[in-house]
């Protein structure tokens, strides 16, 4: 696997208390704990990544 470029969520604090970054590569997402940065991540593809997108911001 390449290297990949982390984003941060705009959504996540200044203080680091809940972030999540996300990396994306062809046709999957990469999503980790942005204190945890050399620890597991998971990794969805492109449809699972929209339904998770979708029900967040139907609940949110």
Not at 11 to 28: P, R
């Amino acid at each position: 696997m390449t290297e990949l470029t982390w984003f941060k969520s705009s959504h996540s604090t200044n203080e680091d208390v809940a972030c999540v970054e996300i990396a994306k590569t062809l046709g999957t997402i990469h999503v980790r704990d942005s204190k945890n940065k050399t620890g597991p991540h998971l990794t969805f593809d492109a449809p699972a990544w929209q339904a998770f997108v979708d029900f967040a911001k139907s609940t949110g």
